[in-house]
């Protein structure tokens, strides 16, 4: 089992580092596919209902993803009032891809927080990460669902890992990134007692931890741990699919299998454990505590107020919910590694807009506002200082109606890794309410 871990995630290493190029080359062709699709979807500025109503949707069954369904039930208590989806068509979105990005904060300087004289040593961490996984393969001895359960009941007298999150991390330790670093930063500081898993094989190293350590010298309970793909899938439908893949049965498709791997990830994580799922490019804005069960939706119809897309990237379920076996069976029965988002957004809102109206799935739909506020062809107005005054008020509606009304703020990190945080920008004001480290340094530069 172990073994087929680590060949995986060596195999997902080094596809990775060979094929960056590449990768590079098609998701340029996705996304203007992306950029395509959408601009026949998304229109600019969708007012929503100034109080949703408390209402069930009533569905029609077998619709497809690209119509529109109806929100379920938003609790009234959390003001989901008028927002607008910026959607525009974006000339070239890939033109700011680039495979090095400039990081969101300027350095964390780790050094400062290790003890070198203990574990790490941070000045060997360069020379050896490829070695990783070979030596780690002795070191974890405990199976994966053990070491998840001992990390989220450490802590029994206190009422810490009320909440519990999971981050998945299939990608290599250089590319963990300071963006990846504050979006923990974020998540921790709405949930100080929070417990986060990121579920990795290559942060489940050494220097995995020692990226982490900030973290865990302030007393936050975060940890990285491999995957078991066998025993996440075990007795669902991607038993099998996964089975298939390891015997090089399944056509991975083009580009990043690790990617949807992830897509699978993240159900099996919830459905085995229950709790939170985030993609390492959220910034958590405030307390989840109220929140059960839930997915949001990236857009809506304009005309009818129906979502039109959800997104995966943000979901809170309880453990064994139904809705997540049917995700990880529709996963399994129509994986296609050559489509974008087939396997990942697509596939959740394929199967919310089949099951809508059976009985037996409970669980609430958000609007866009709650954890995507900008789109991602308009993410760059996040980063944007203001440029007049008409703009710099829009900026300060803009970044309160976030404020009151979002839970998290989706980078896109595909789209805006090479954006600047300009000064006076949203994200900047975003980032000195959820920072935790806050130096002021690194902000005073951005
Ligand atoms: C939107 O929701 C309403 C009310 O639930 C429903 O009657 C209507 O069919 C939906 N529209 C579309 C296009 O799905
Ligand atoms: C590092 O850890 C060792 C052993 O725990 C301790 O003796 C030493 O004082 C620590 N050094 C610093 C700089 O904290
Ligand atoms: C729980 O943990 C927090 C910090 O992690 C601490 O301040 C608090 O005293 C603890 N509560 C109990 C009951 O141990
Ligand atoms: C899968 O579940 C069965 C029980 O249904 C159990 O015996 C087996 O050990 C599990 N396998 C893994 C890999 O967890
Ligand atoms: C549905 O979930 C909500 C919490 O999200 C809970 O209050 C309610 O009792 C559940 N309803 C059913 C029928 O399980
Ligand atoms: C203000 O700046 C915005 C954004 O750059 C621009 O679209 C708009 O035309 C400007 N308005 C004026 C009055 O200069
Ligand atoms: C989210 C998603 O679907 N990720 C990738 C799955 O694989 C296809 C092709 O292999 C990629 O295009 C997707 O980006």
Known sequence: MEEVNNSLAQFLYHLQ???????????????????????????????????????RASFSPETVPGKSKKFFSVPSSTKLSSSALYAVKEESPVGKLKTHFPLLIKNTNLVAFM????????????????????????????PFSVRVKEFFNA??????????FFMTWISSLESFGDRELFTIESLFKAHPNGCLIIVSSSMDSTSGM???????????????ISPDFNYLFNNTAAQAWYNQL????????EVSLGQNLSNLLRLGLLYRFGGIYLDTDIIVLKSFKKLRNTIGAQTIDPETRNWSRLNNAVMIFDQGHPLL?????????????????????????RVVSRISGRPGYNFTVFPPMAFYPVYWSRVDSLFQGPRNETHSKWLIAKLRRIRSQSFTVHLWNKQSRGFKVEEGSIIEQIMFDSCIFCKSSSFASL
């Open 325 to 349: 076996y049917k995700f990880i069976e529709e996963f399994a029965l129509t994986f296609d590694g050559n489509k974008w988002g087939h396997n990942g957004p697509y596939l959740v809102s």
């Open 210 to 224: 020692q990226i982490l350590w900030p973290f865990l010298d302030k007393g936050f309970k975060v940890n990285a």
């Open 115 to 142: 003890n070198t004289s203990v574990v790490y040593h941070p000045k060997r961490r360069k020379k050896h990460r490829r070695g990783f996984k070979s030596h780690e393969s002795q070191v974890k001895v405990k």
């Open 246 to 253: 390891m015997q090089g049965n399944v056509n991975p498709g």
């Open 155 to 164: 802590h029994p007298l206190n009422s810490s890992c009320k909440f519990r």
């Open 17 to 55: 580092r060979t094929k960056r190029s590449f990768y590079a080359l098609v998701s340029l062709l996705l996304l203007s596919l992306l950029a395509y699709n959408s601009a026949t979807i998304f229109y600019t500025h969708v007012p929503f209902p100034a109080k949703i109503p408390l209402e």
